[in-house]
């Protein structure tokens, strides 16, 4: 004990002085707290009088809101002594040692440890149970751990069953609510998920998304195959019902229990449990209402015939070719008058307001022997865009066994069905609504008209431009997305000894998404393949994913003299996997009445596939050390073998066993309970402060299942199939590396009325996967290396504070979070990635995915001006031209008086400066309300959809805002000229197109009011829930929302190409229990 | 004691999943199962065909840059407005590293399958996974192809990386000894000991399962020629009889006797007089489907592409106005075509224009000129019916560069025969009483000197003898030169360069310049007969590098005259750009 208060003094001292600062601030914040800190400082006497060895200590424990002595609370020194609290809230329980810590729990109330610190008599407050509490239990790997004696870095969260918040699914829930894991939802289509980076990036090629683990089994989040709904993916996340989740803990830093499928960090799911043998139900149903969001403002008609009157003028059209063209001609007895005479808004034909609505029946109870919890759900919700929607059904039933009284049994079993018509959406020019809605001639008719004007009930087929009806895509493409899965687990617990545990856990996963589309010929744009024009096309898609799971171990718990705490676990996992994806293209059916793929013409149907297999195996050791619970120590380290790893791997941390190569992956952390130290009862104000640190290395196995090895693909001659090298093997492929470094305390004041928690951390990538170029003789372009590197370093604040505490309680939270990345390796030291029309530089020395683009500075007023800089561009042939009156004024960088690739520079950065969250709760008699604002600095975003709104070289309709564009020599403006087919390349990628991203929304704003019910009958309770979802959103950005996230890819963000937006939704709902 | 007892017998439990798992090496040994692992390939002759097949599939994807190349970067083709930037440079030799028709990677993605598939097959043989004949085929014909590969990098990019290894792993791509860089003169030295090397060098044999016919197409003529690669070679480095014997074994393939088929003995890679495809039916060899039975006469390597399968024709888009319409023939290509003469309507000296120019190898469509070898029967009504070939080595190729060896080594008039009007024709010493009804029996036959001399030992002895009394109709008597074969007028040296010609009979003066006109009046002919077949800046570079001494400005002169032809403003600097020999090659990428 004595070597490592010395060891700790500097330390101390240093803490103390923070401390000291800490409370500085929080005086001069609230008034309140110094009147409290003062006029309370009688204990400090006692402690002096330190007792060694059994004593008595008493207290009394009082609701921290309304003051009232609390009777039948339990105060319990774990396997020592417990006792009760009298009906004046006084209690008085034996304790080992003065030093030693009580536990207080109570029913509805939080759970609380309550140090000594040589204290004889101890004065609790305890708020509600669904206080956030720096004491309430994460669900650890390997137990339930209270927060305040974890030695790593971990966010705990217990849902209280979400009963207000049924539109989410479980990745988007967690927006907000973790500092430093940003949740950047993929779109607005109902149940799309998030996608999520805990701590920034640790990865380029590999996996980015954090491990889930839900009871135990690991939970398979990738998508195996590509959807053919364009910018669709189906989202397994969304098969667990938010309401069924009893608590999610997130393991932030390099806690390597998980080995090397735990680079990105692990959040483990506990579905729900009972322990309760009474049997209640709860049904729930919900109805909102989703409501579209704002236009974007594009031209009508008369600007729009205008804009293209102009811009044809600089096509090699002559005035009178395009006098005659129909749309431009105003005579009403021209036949084709009526067709090109319309006002259509196609932005309301593609958008709609929409319902949701979600049913939940919730049945729990059971006996001594067995405990169940059934729950069963409906959810429906359609989108905004006009005719998508989701259904699916949830089932889940978990029970808990009592086999023997040393054996018990958990089964979860959960099945999910859903059905979701969706559109294409992103880039798809040709079947993307929501593009087509707002680049469509505002003049087309939706129907076909007479030469009279007469309407028929039948769509306008394919425009004069060759562009699509939007209204055609929405009523007659069929993009049906059907997705099933099973996942159940079965977990056997022997109580060997009282010390001693074995536990297995089997797991089985079975995941299937059946997909169907069909495009008709008649409305959509003609694709062309190499063997036809495609009128029609359909498809048909089966991605399925079969996974078997063990996790078997043997644990260890025993406290030695009520002052050591000991837990240690070995054991294994181990996870057998096979993806399959089978997919089927046909085109050109007879009618669009056939819309099987059996249907399309034979010669031209496509089929394809991809089958995946791979094993991984995880042996693991933990072990957690705790001295007087006030000092932590914990050990874990995984030993890692995979299918995907190659067998020539080499590096300091990597063991052999049998020709195979596995991952040694250590890591450690240590906390320090301060507050707890006798030294600490005179700061009375601190009720808890902790410091910790850890350091780890965990792996990333998302390197490919097969990367490895040498393999051959076929290659056709005519018919024939032969066989040709597939890649540069390399057998020395590994895993990645990533260190990871976090440092943080945790500290609670008045009692725990305002909660602090602060991290640093420093994530390393080493061994990071990569393409790396090579030499051309080898006759391929990349091989996949381990030759990558990067860093994220950051800071996560979490602040928490009950700033009322009356009968209206108010609690508000801030969290925050940094990440800043850098590459330190790289082949080439730099590479070039495009995504959706925008270019990226990653550069050593740089953050990861910069865009990429040119710099502009106005635009050339006027053709002397142009002239006089002297600037040319490239033309297709490689010839120069000048640029004129009205074209954008690039940045000539390298000063060759030529715009060209080398004036590239950066021009964005789509990663967030900081993001984080405000959450508000208040509740006041039997209303509560929750308001949760999220917000997210410094990202850009690079607008897609702008560009083709204003490139000003094509038909596309465009914005209000090209009215403005530069018309003649010396017009004053900073909208470029339209050009047809922008030869002066005014519309390249360029800051035009770059915004910032940053946006503070009301992401979630909930009122429940908890309708009283009189006694005996048979309902229990009854709520009623009014929730609003993105309410309101500030932000600069001009695109729908500036909320979106195409893929996990560290490459793809930033990028707007075109998803359904976050739309606004209100919900109502009533719950009632049984 | 029984609760210690399962302590250690649980406390072992975990231990022994480990080891179950661990112990079956399996376990992390999983094969993919949508392409080959390396353990499941090569394994029997059928596999070792699956290379084959895959080689040859990825092949199809240099032909394009290999026609683009070759033609755009010499005078029989230009860029047409259509064109962008690269193409341009290539027209203009002033080609960028970043350029993608210039980025040999392509070859080295057919040349890196071909050093695997020869290593395994030597592994195969070794382990007796294919028995010794089909082992020689396979490897003749894949170390063939990528010899072919060398050459054309070695004529587009001179020095390159020559590698033989077949980067099996990254490893070896740490390994710099794999990736020597050689001259191309140094290429060529490897390659000739390479080629001769190969065991085998004839065509599959019937039987094999590599001589097969699918989708319609038969396999006989898709696979490399072997002799003429080898001919090619020699014909590069300047052995002269070594590349006329190589030409001359191709040209004695299928000579089997008269009376079992008089076709093949006759008129099969004899450049022979038959009607299908000569004169105005010249143009069958191009128009005609891949393996029909005339114009695969002349053919020794061609390769379909069939609408149905990948690639798709690259030649529509590249070269069809109504596809992207990039590359066009240039002006001074047309203008050559108009500077011939016809001879097949009896008016002397001929009537103007060439059976090979307009109508023929390009087309007028709607004023622009458009290359027509490929598009012959292009419909842009069905813009989906693909189907064409190309035609990677022809009789016109072999007996032009028969005559280019044959010319060096001294047989001018084997080149002129070959050239124009055939061995018969000029090699007949009874001047005064041609045709059938007379005794034959010694003349027509080449003869060394002619006349007067004895008569040629191969491989240019060619006997052409066509008489009644006694009856001969030998080997060559139907025979024609290249020129007389299109109607043709013959063309000439200007004897006046080589002769003496006061004198009767005319005494040679100069051989030196007699080779050198004929070299001359060759490559001429190559460019009006093989135009845009992908042959043209081979034939050009082969002779300028044979002339560096003599004639360093002979390769800007004669890309120069394209620009003066089409009386563009580039003229100069191309020529200024060619007149260093360090421009003649593209930049090599090296990443």
């Keep these: 004990?004595?070597?490592?208060?010395?060891?700790?003094?500097?330390?101390?001292?240093?803490?103390?002085?923070?401390?000291?600062?800490?409370?500085?601030?929080?005086?001069?914040?609230?008034?309140?707290?110094?009147?409290?800190?003062?006029?309370?400082?009688?204990?400090?006497?006692?402690?002096?009088?330190?007792?060694?060895?059994?004593?008595?200590?008493?207290?009394?424990?009082?609701?921290?809101?309304?003051?009232?002595?609390?009777?039948?609370?339990?105060?319990?020194?774990?396997?020592?002594?417990?006792?009760?609290?009298?009906?004046?809230?006084?209690?008085?329980?034996?304790?080992?040692?003065?030093?030693?810590?009580?536990?207080?729990?109570?029913?509805?109330?939080?759970?609380?440890?309550?140090?000594?610190?040589?204290?004889?008599?101890?004065?609790?407050?305890?708020?509600?149970?669904?206080?956030?509490?720096?004491?309430?239990?994460?669900?650890?790997?390997?137990?339930?751990?209270?927060?305040?004696?974890?030695?790593?870095?971990?966010?705990?969260?217990?849902?209280?069953?979400?009963?207000?918040?049924?539109?989410?699914?479980?990745?988007?829930?967690?927006?907000?609510?973790?500092?430093?894991?940003?949740?950047?939802?993929?779109?607005?289509?109902?149940?799309?998920?998030?996608?999520?980076?805990?701590?920034?990036?640790?990865?380029?090629?590999?996996?980015?998304?954090?491990?889930?683990?839900?009871?135990?089994?690991?939970?398979?989040?990738?998508?195996?195959?590509?959807?053919?709904?364009?910018?669709?993916?189906?989202?397994?996340?969304?098969?667990?019902?938010?309401?069924?989740?009893?608590?999610?803990?997130?393991?932030?830093?390099?806690?390597?229990?998980y080995g090397t499928r735990g680079a990105n960090g692990v959040i483990l799911i506990t579905t729900g449990k009972t322990e309760d043998v009474a049997?209640?139900?709860?049904?729930?149903?919900?109805?909102?209402?989703?409501?579209?969001?704002?236009?974007?403002?594009?031209?009508?008609?008369?600007?729009?015939?205008?804009?293209?009157?102009?811009?044809?003028?600089?096509?090699?059209?002559?005035?009178?070719?395009?006098?005659?063209?129909?749309?431009?001609?105003?005579?009403?007895?021209?036949?084709?008058?009526?067709?090109?005479?319309?006002?259509?808004?196609?932005?309301?034909?593609?958008?709609?307001?929409?319902?949701?609505?979600?049913?939940?029946?919730?049945?729990?109870?059971?006996?001594?022997?067995?405990?169940?919890?059934?729950?069963?759900?409906?959810?429906?919700?359609?989108?905004?865009?006009?005719?998508?929607?989701?259904?699916?059904?949830?089932?889940?039933?978990?029970?808990?066994?009592?086999?023997?009284?040393?054996?018990?049994?958990?089964?979860?079993?959960?099945?999910?069905?859903?059905?979701?018509?969706?559109?294409?959406?992103?880039?798809?020019?040709?079947?993307?609504?929501?593009?087509?809605?707002?680049?469509?001639?505002p003049f087309l008719p939706i129907y076909q008209l007479g030469d009279d004007g007469s309407q028929s009930p039948n769509l306008a087929d394919v425009d004069i431009f060759g562009m699509s009806n939007p209204v055609a895509a929405i009523e007659k493409i069929q993009d049906i997305n059907k997705n099933y899965r099973f996942s159940g687990l079965v977990q056997l617990n022997y109580e060997l000894t009282k010390n001693i545990n074995i536990s297995t856990v089997i797991g089985l996963t079975f995941d299937k998404v059946r997909e169907r589309i069909f495009v008709p010929n008649n409305g959509i744009t003609h694709d062309t393949l190499s063997l036809a024009v495609a009128t029609n096309r359909s498809g048909s898609n089966v991605l399925r994913l079969f996974s078997l799971y063990n996790d078997t171990r043997i644990s260890y718990n025993k406290r030695f003299n009520y002052i050591h705490d000991l837990s240690v676990n070995a054991g294994a996992r181990y996870?057998?996997?096979?993806?399959?994806?089978?997919?089927?293209?046909?085109?050109?059916?007879?009618?669009?009445?056939?819309?099987?793929?059996?249907?399309?013409?034979?010669?031209?149907?496509?089929?394809?596939?991809?089958?995946?297999?791979?094993?991984?195996?995880?042996?693991?050791?933990?072990?957690?050390?705790?001295?007087?619970?006030?000092?932590?120590?914990?050990?874990?380290?995984?030993?890692?073998?995979?299918?995907?790893?190659?067998?020539?791997?080499?590096?300091?941390?990597?063991?052999?066993?049998?020709?195979?190569?596995f991952a040694f992956l250590p890591s450690i952390s240590a906390g320090w309970l301060i507050s707890s130290e006798k030294f600490m009862s005179q700061v009375k104000f601190i009720d808890m402060l902790k410091l910790r640190a850890s350091l780890g290395l965990v792996g990333?196995?998302?390197?490919?299942?097969?990367?490895?090895?040498?393999?051959?693909?076929?290659?056709?001659?005519?018919?024939?199939?032969?066989?040709?090298?597939?890649?540069?093997?390399?057998?020395?492929?590994?895993?990645?590396?990533?260190?990871?470094?976090?440092?943080?305390?945790?500290?609670?004041?008045?009692?725990?009325?305002?909660?602090?928690?602060?991290?640093?951390?420093?994530?390393?990538?080493?061994?990071?996967?990569?393409?790396?170029?090579?030499?051309?003789?080898?006759?391929?372009?990349?091989?996949?290396?381990?030759?990558?590197?990067?860093?994220?370093?950051?800071?996560?604040?979490?602040?928490?504070?009950?700033?009322?505490?009356?009968?209206?309680?108010?609690?508000?939270?801030?969290?925050?979070?940094?990440?800043?990345?850098?590459?330190?390796?790289?082949?080439?030291?730099?590479?070039?990635?495009?995504?959706?029309?925008?270019?990226?530089?990653?550069?050593?020395?740089k953050a990861a995915n910069l865009f990429y683009g040119y710099k502009t500075n106005g635009i050339y007023l006027t053709d002397a001006e142009a002239a006089g800089e002297g600037l040319s561009y490239t033309n297709k042939d490689g010839t120069l031209s000048p640029f004129q009156g009205g074209d954008v004024r690039f940045i000539d960088v390298d000063g060759s008086f030529v715009i060209d690739e080398k004036d590239m520079q950066v021009i964005g950065n789509p990663n967030p400066d900081f993001t984080g969250s405000i959450s508000n709760v208040v509740s006041w008699k039997r209303f509560s309300f929750d308001a949760l604002i999220t917000f997210t600095k410094g990202n850009d975003i690079y607008n897609n959809t702008r560009y083709a709104l204003e490139s000003m070289a094509n038909f596309n309709n465009q914005t209000l805002s090209v009215i403005n564009r530069w018309r003649t020599d010396g017009q004053v403006t900073t909208v470029p000229r339209a050009s047809w087919g922008d030869p002066s390349g005014n519309a390249r990628f360029s800051d035009r197109w770059i915004e910032d991203g940053s946006y503070l929304r009301l992401r979630t704003i909930s009122l429940t009011y908890d309708i009283p019910v009189k006694e005996g009958i048979i309902i229990k309770y009854a709520k009623i829930y009014a929730t609003g979802n993105n309410l309101v959103t500030l932000t600069k950005y001009l695109g729908y929302d500036p909320e979106l996230s195409a893929s996990g890819s560290v490459f793809t963000q930033g990028i707007d190409v075109g998803l359904e937006p976050q739309y606004k939704s209100v919900q109502l709902g009533i719950r009632i229990g049984f | 004691m029984k609760n210690k007892l399962s302590i250690k017998f649980i406390g072992v439990f975990p231990v022994v999943i480990c080891l179950s798992i661990l112990s079956c090496t399996k376990t992390f040994d999983i094969l993919p199962k949508s392409a080959i692992s390396s353990e499941q390939m090569y394994r029997n002759v059928y596999d070792a065909d699956a290379a084959v097949i895959g080689i040859y599939g990825k092949f199809l994807n240099v032909l394009d840059r290999y026609v683009i190349l070759n033609e755009l970067r010499a005078d029989l083709a230009d860029v047409t407005p259509n064109a962008d930037r690269y193409l341009v440079q290539l027209s203009t030799h002033s080609v960028t590293e970043d350029n993608p028709y210039a980025d040999p990677r392509p070859f080295y993605e057919v040349i890196l399958n071909c050093n695997d598939a020869l290593k395994n097959f030597d592994i195969m043989r070794a382990e007796r996974k294919m028995d010794e004949d089909q082992y020689k085929q396979r490897y003749s014909d894949i170390g063939a192809l990528r010899t072919w590969l060398y050459l054309q990098l070695g004529i587009q990019y001179g020095s390159i990386p020559y590698v033989t290894d077949p980067i099996e792993n990254i490893n070896d791509l740490k390994d710099d000894s794999k990736y020597p860089e050689i001259s191309f003169n140094e290429l060529l030295d490897n390659l000739i000991q390479?080629?001769?090397?190969?065991?085998?060098?004839?065509?599959?044999?019937?039987?094999?399962?590599?001589?097969?016919?699918?989708?319609?197409?038969?396999?006989?003529?898709?696979?490399?020629?072997?002799?003429?690669?080898?001919?090619?070679?020699?014909?590069?480095?300047?052995?002269?009889?070594?590349?006329?014997?190589?030409?001359?074994?191709?040209?004695?393939?299928?000579?089997?006797?008269?009376?079992?088929?008089?076709?093949?003995?006759?008129?099969?890679?004899?450049?022979?007089?038959?009607?299908?495809?000569?004169?105005?039916?010249?143009?069958?060899?191009?128009?005609?489907?891949?393996?029909?039975?005339?114009?695969?006469?002349?053919?020794?390597?061609?390769?379909?592409?069939?609408?149905?399968?990948?690639?798709?024709?690259?030649?529509?888009?590249?070269?069809?106005?109504?596809?992207?319409?990039?590359?066009k023939p240039s002006d001074l290509a047309i203008n050559n075509w108009d500077a011939q003469y016809r001879n097949d309507n009896g008016a002397l000296p001929g009537t103007p224009g060439d059976r090979r120019g307009l109508g023929f190898s390009y087309k007028i469509t709607a004023t622009q000129p458009e290359i027509n070898k490929y598009t012959y029967n292009y419909n842009p009504l069905l813009p989906f019916e693909t189907n064409g070939k190309i035609i990677l080595y022809r009789g016109a190729n072999l007996f032009l560069r028969f005559a280019e060896a044959a010319n060096h080594d001294g047989r001018d008039r084997i080149a002129y025969s070959f050239l124009n009007d055939g061995i018969k024709a000029n090699f007949d010493d009874n001047t005064k009483s041609l045709g059938k009804a007379r005794d034959v029996t010694n003349t027509e036959q080449t003869r060394y000197p002619f006349p007067g001399g004895p008569y040629e030992t191969a491989p240019y002895y060619f006997d052409a003898r066509e008489g009644d009394f006694p009856q001969y109709?030998?080997?060559?008597?139907?025979?024609?030169?290249?020129?007389?074969?299109?109607?043709?007028?013959?063309?000439?040296?200007d004897s006046a360069r080589s002769f003496n010609m006061t004198v009767k009979p005319r005494v040679l003066t100069s051989s030196d310049n007699l080779i050198y006109d004929m070299d001359n009046l060759i490559i001429a002919e190559s460019g009006l007969e093989t135009a845009f077949e992908g042959n043209r800046w081979g034939d050009l570079l082969r002779i300028a590098l044979r002339r560096q001494a003599t004639e360093p400005n002979y390769l800007a002169n004669k890309i120069g005259a394209k620009f003066d032809a089409s009386h563009s403003a580039d003229a100069a600097a191309v020529r200024a750009k060619l007149s260093d020999k360090a421009n003649w090659y593209l930049p090599f990428r090296w990443k």
């Design chain 1, 279 to 441: 049997t209640k139900i709860d049904f729930a149903a919900y109805g909102g209402f989703n409501s579209v969001v704002k236009q974007i403002p594009v031209m009508q008609a008369d600007d729009y015939r205008i804009y293209l009157s102009d811009l044809l003028k600089t096509s090699s059209l002559t005035d009178d070719q395009i006098q005659i063209l129909p749309f431009m001609n105003d005579d009403s007895s021209n036949p084709d008058y009526y067709r090109y005479h319309n006002q259509t808004n196609w932005q309301d034909q593609v958008m709609e307001n929409s319902f949701n609505q979600n049913y939940h029946l919730k049945v729990t109870g059971g006996d001594d022997i067995a405990t169940y919890t059934l729950s069963l759900g409906s959810t429906s919700n359609k989108g905004i865009i006009a005719n998508t929607g989701l259904t699916r059904y949830f089932m889940r039933f978990n029970a808990n066994l009592k086999l023997s009284s040393k054996l018990t049994a958990n089964a979860n079993l959960a099945f999910t069905s859903s059905e979701q018509i969706l559109k294409d959406q992103g880039i798809n020019t040709i079947t993307n609504p929501l593009y087509l809605g707002l680049v469509k001639a």
């Design chain 2, 473 to 493: 109709r030998n080997t060559w008597f139907r025979n024609t030169g290249i020129r007389a074969r299109v109607s043709t007028m013959n063309i000439t040296v």
């Design chain 2, 194 to 327: 390479f080629a001769e090397a190969l065991p085998y060098n004839l065509p599959y044999p019937t039987g094999s399962t590599l001589r097969t016919t699918v989708d319609t197409y038969n396999t006989e003529k898709i696979f490399i020629n072997k002799n003429c690669l080898l001919g090619d070679l020699y014909l590069w480095k300047g052995n002269w009889t070594s590349a006329a014997t190589a030409y001359r074994a191709v040209m004695t393939i299928g000579e089997v006797t008269r009376l079992q088929n008089e076709e093949q003995y006759l008129e099969i890679y004899k450049l022979a007089n038959t009607s299908n495809i000569n004169g105005g039916n010249w143009i069958n060899i191009f128009r005609n489907a891949f393996g029909e039975r005339y114009s695969n006469y002349e053919i020794m390597w061609n390769i379909p592409y069939d609408k149905n399968f990948n690639p798709k024709n690259p030649f529509i888009d590249l070269f069809s106005t109504s596809g992207k319409y990039l590359i």
């Design chain 1, 1 to 257: 004990m004595l070597p490592i208060k010395l060891n700790s003094m500097h330390i101390i001292t240093k803490a103390a002085r923070r401390i000291l600062l800490l409370s500085m601030i929080v005086s001069l914040s609230n008034a309140y707290t110094i009147a409290q800190i003062n006029s309370d400082d009688s204990t400090a006497t006692k402690v002096a009088n330190l007792k060694i060895g059994e004593v008595k200590v008493t207290g009394t424990v009082k609701d921290a809101s309304t003051g009232n002595f609390l009777s039948g609370i339990n105060i319990t020194v774990p396997g020592y002594s417990a006792a009760l609290t009298d009906d004046n809230g006084y209690f008085s329980i034996n304790v080992p040692d003065i030093s030693t810590s009580i536990m207080v729990t109570g029913p509805g109330y939080q759970r609380r440890e309550v140090a000594l610190k040589g204290r004889l008599s101890v004065d609790i407050s305890l708020f509600e149970d669904s206080f956030k509490s720096v004491y309430d239990e994460a669900r650890m790997p390997y137990g339930n751990e209270p927060l305040n004696q974890i030695s790593q870095s971990v966010n705990s969260i217990n849902t209280g069953g979400n009963w207000e918040r049924t539109v989410e699914t479980p990745d988007s829930y967690l927006q907000g609510r973790v500092a430093g894991l940003n949740v950047i939802r993929r779109s607005g289509t109902p149940s799309i998920g998030a996608n999520l980076f805990l701590r920034g990036f640790n990865s380029l090629f590999a996996t980015n998304q954090p491990l889930y683990v839900v009871d135990g089994v690991i939970y398979d989040v990738n998508s195996y195959g590509n959807s053919l709904i364009t910018g669709h993916a189906t989202n397994p996340l969304a098969d667990i019902d938010i309401k069924d989740i009893d608590n999610i803990t997130v393991i932030k830093d390099g806690a390597s229990m």
């Design chain 1, 700 to 845: 990333n196995d998302d390197i490919g299942n097969y990367t490895s090895r040498q393999y051959y693909v076929s290659q056709n001659l005519l018919g024939m199939q032969g066989l040709v090298r597939g890649n540069i093997a390399n057998p020395a492929l590994k895993w990645e590396n990533i260190r990871k470094l976090d440092a943080g305390v945790d500290i609670a004041f008045l009692d725990e009325r305002l909660d602090l928690s602060l991290d640093v951390f420093g994530n390393k990538t080493t061994d990071m996967i990569i393409y790396e170029p090579v030499n051309t003789a080898t006759g391929f372009k990349y091989a996949i290396t381990n030759n990558g590197g990067m860093k994220t370093n950051g800071v996560e604040l979490t602040i928490n504070g009950r700033l009322i505490n009356k009968e209206l309680k108010w609690d508000i939270g801030l969290n925050l979070g940094t990440a800043k990345n850098e590459i330190t390796k790289l082949p080439d030291n730099k590479m070039i990635t495009e995504f959706g029309g925008a270019t990226m530089l990653t550069e050593v020395g």
């Design chain 1, 575 to 661: 996870n057998t996997s096979s993806s399959q994806s089978d997919y089927g293209l046909g085109y050109n059916s007879a009618t669009d009445n056939f819309v099987s793929v059996g249907n399309g013409a034979n010669a031209l149907r496509k089929v394809g596939g991809e089958i995946g297999d791979w094993n991984w195996l995880n042996m693991y050791f933990n072990t957690d050390y705790k001295l007087l619970s006030r000092y932590f120590l914990s050990f874990n380290a995984a030993v890692d073998g995979s299918s995907r790893f190659g067998k020539e791997a080499s590096g300091p941390m990597i063991l052999n066993f049998n020709k195979n190569k």
